[in-house]
C-alpha cells in the first residue's frame, strides 16, 4: 500500500476547509465552456461527507426554485476551485438524507452555539 | 508464438488520478521491475530465440542448489518468478542486465498485461457463464439450475464444451489495450489506465504491443 498512499499524498489538496454535516459551505466550481473558464458557487448544507484521499467526495444539498438540488462533489477534483465555510451546523448524524424529507421550516438546521 | 517483450510485475492496487479538466480516472499501480536477464536462448541451441528474465529477488538461503546454479551467470541472485519472452534479437541484452520499466514504456503507450485472476471456487451456471435462470416466484420450480443440457436419443451424449457449473477463476487473463498513464522510474512504478486481473500483490505480465 506504500506506493498508493504515497502517490496520493502528493496528489491531495490541503487547501480544503475542516468541514462536516450540517455546515453551509460555498463551492466554486471551475465550469469550462468551449476555451472560456468560469466560475459558478454552489451554496448548500453538507449533507454526506465520504471518507478517502483521492476519493473523498463531499455532497451538498440546497433548495433552487422551491426543488432541492444535491451535487456531489470529488475534494480532490480540479474542477472544484475552491470550498468556503459559510456556517458551522448543529446536527447528530452524520448522513442528513431526512433533510431530502423536510421542508422550509423544518428544514433548517441549528448553527453551531446558539441554543 | 507472438514475439513480444516484456516485464513482469505485482499488483499493488487502485486509486483515482483526475486530469487537468477535471476527469477522474480509475488507474491500477503496478511495482514492475527490474527483471534481470537470467538465459538468452537461440534458434541454434535451444531452436527458439527468447530472453528468460527474473523478477522478484529471492534470498540465497532460500535458493535450491539447481536455482543457484542457473542464477549463477547473471550474478544478481536469485528469483521468485521466471518467465521467458520470445524475441526476435536476443543478442540486444546481456545476461546480467537488469530491464526496467523505463526502458521499455513511455506515458501513453499501450501494452496487454495478463494475470492470474481472483479464485472464485465452485460456482453455479448464472455467475460462471452469465445464464439468466428462471423467474423466482409464481409457482416457479425452476431457479438457478441450468436446465436441459441436451437432446435425448441423438446424439445421446453431452457436447463437449457445454456450459456447466464448475471451478471458476484463477486461469490467466489477458487484458488487452491498456494504456499507461504514468512512470515512475525511481520506484519502479508503473500506473495503468482501469483495473487489471488479479489480486493485489498478484505476479502480471506485461507486454509490449
Redesign the interface.
Known sequence: MNIIEQMEQENMRHDMPDFRPGDTVKVHIRIIEGNKERTQLFQGVVIRRRKGVMGASVTVRKISHGIGVEKTFPLCSPRVDKIELVSEGRVRRSRLYYLRNLRGKAARIREKGIN | MPKKLGLLGKK???????S???T?VAVT?I?TGPCVVLQKKSVAKEGYDAIQVGFGAKRESRLNKPDAGHAKASGKGGFYHIKEFRIADPSQFEVGQAILVSDLFKVGDIIDVSGAVKGRGFQGVIRRHGFKGGPSGHGSMFHRAPGSIGCSAWPSRVIKGKKMPGHMGTNMVTKKSVTIMDI?PE?N?L?VKGGVPGAKQGLLHIYTK
Open positions: 499493488i492496487g487502485m486509486t483515482r488520478i483526475y487537468e479538466d477535471g477522474a499501480v511495482e515512475r520506484q512504478v500506473v
